[in-house]
């Protein structure tokens, strides 16, 4: 089955400083990849996803990159803000099941 | 509001006993997806129904089970609950418009095992 790794488990950053996840994936089938934020007790939710077809995505202060052949895409927040503080989770998808890593801790210091 | 119901919110049982947890998903997504998250633990998946078929499994304990109804509303049957168990169960649901887009997820149930 897919296996999602995701690194750091916590970053710290200053506001206004860019913040950056990794994730790797291990099964070549999936093409969709989400990333997730979940506030303190909130449930998580849908901050930008990116399929197999496209390299690159930006919303805004939010990028994800895929790089299929390596199998790891990232998630970069630039200019943070301490509204960014929360758990980020990556997933991958297959079209049947969707994987999440086990989660990165983002703390934004003002 | 995701659109996406889970019921009861929190849930307090004792070791030994059974549970049901219930999940509405979104009107017209096909998809519904159970998920366990223990304390400052990631999202562990459970299991994955499709129009009330079991389409992709993950750790899931066999005491627990699931299933899915023809109105496409899910339950996670929990028994022989142990104190490990207690967690916050996440239901998300997906399939408006194909299998793979985004999933909208419920606001869990917090289970609570004594």
């Known amino acids: 089955g897919e296996n999602v790794e995701q690194h750091p488990s916590t970053l710290s950053v200053q506001e206004g400083d860019s913040a950056v996840i990794k994730c790797t994936y291990s099964d070549s089938a999936s093409n969709y990849f989400p990333w997730y934020k979940q506030e303190l007790g909130k449930r998580p939710q849908l901050i930008i996803d990116i399929r197999s077809n496209v390299g690159e995505k930006k919303d805004q202060r939010i990028a994800v990159t895929l790089n299929k052949t390596a199998k790891h895409f990232s998630l970069h927040i630039t200019e943070t803000q301490p509204e960014d503080s929360a758990v980020y989770f990556c997933a991958a998808s297959d079209d049947y099941k969707l994987s999440f890593g086990a989660g990165t801790t983002v703390t934004v210091r003002a | 509001d995701s659109g996406v119901t889970q019921t009861p919110k929190h849930l307090i049982t004792a070791t030994g006993q059974r549970v049901t947890l219930r999940c509405s998903p979104r009107?017209?997504?096909?998809?519904v997806y159970w998920y366990q998250q223990s304390l400052d633990q990631g999202l562990q998946f459970l299991i994955q129904y499709y129009n009330g078929e079991e389409r992709a499994k993950g750790n899931i304990l066999e005491r627990f089970s699931a299933q899915q109804f023809p109105d496409l509303h899910s339950e996670l049957n929990l028994s022989s609950l142990e104190l490990g168990d207690s967690a916050l169960y996440f239901c998300?649901?997906?399939?408006?418009?194909?299998?793979?887009?985004?999933?909208?997820f419920g606001q869990g149930t917090r289970l609570t095992v004594v």
């Open positions: 009107s017209g997504d096909l998809s």
């Open positions: 998300a649901s997906s399939g408006r418009t194909g299998l793979n887009t985004e999933a909208f």
